[in-house]
């Protein structure tokens, strides 16, 4: 019997279950939580003990995904669980198109309706979400999130956990930083450095 565990039983990872689902690689699915006493019988998956036990419980599944959204506890859980020898699957929907020659980081998700083109390259943990696209020749670097509806231009290079907010747009080959936190509906014309929010339209810092 193929079994997933899941850390993370949030909204996002009730998402990356339902995408699980749709691969249908596994035939049992449960979840880690540190909030696991009371969300256990709450959702369709079992919610089966705290992320704490992350490393001892991996060992019973024969595949795990960290489902948490802030990219650097991602990492880490990432990081932990790969020097434990555990396996950690790309995840991506039924219902995305990404390129042959794309290129996607263990642990990386890639939700319904999202487009991945041409000589595109995903670190490890990279969250693509629903509707999403990115475009030929972009680079994004471990732990980035590309949120519901961003869109991403050619070219374009992204540093380690960046965040890309609900439907914001990126010009091509602009440059964001490590750490770069883009708002909602933002529109973003020139490189932005490491560590920096930017919003609005244009993009400016906030």
């Not at 231009?153 to 992204?158: E, S, T, Y």
């Amino acid at each position: 019997m193929s079994s997933l565990l899941i850390i993370g039983a949030s909204g996002h990872g009730k998402v990356v279950a339902e995408t699980a689902e749709a691969i249908g690689s596994w035939e049992t699915i449960a979840f880690l939580d540190d909030d696991f006493a009371t969300l256990n019988g709450k959702l369709r998956w079992p919610v089966v003990a705290s992320s704490k036990d992350a490393i001892t419980l991996s060992r019973q599944y024969d595949a795990v995904v960290v489902a948490i959204g802030h990219a650097e506890i991602r990492l880490r859980f990432i990081n932990e669980l790969a020097a434990a020898g555990c396996v950690l699957p790309v995840l991506l929907h039924p219902a995305a198109w990404v390129s042959m020659s794309a290129n996607l980081g263990v642990g990386s998700v890639v939700f319904a309706g999202a487009v991945i083109q041409a000589d595109v390259r995903l670190g490890r943990a990279v969250i693509v979400n629903t509707s999403a696209s990115v475009d030929h020749d972009c680079q994004l670097a471990d732990g980035v999130h590309v949120c519901p509806g961003a869109h991403l231009a050619g070219n374009i290079v992204v540093g380690e956990g960046a965040w890309l907010g609900i439907g914001c747009v990126v010009k091509q080959g602009v440059c964001l930083g490590k750490g770069v936190t883009v708002g909602a509906g933002a529109v973003v014309l020139k490189n932005v450095t490491d560590g920096l929010t930017v919003a609005g339209c244009p993009a400016r810092a906030i």
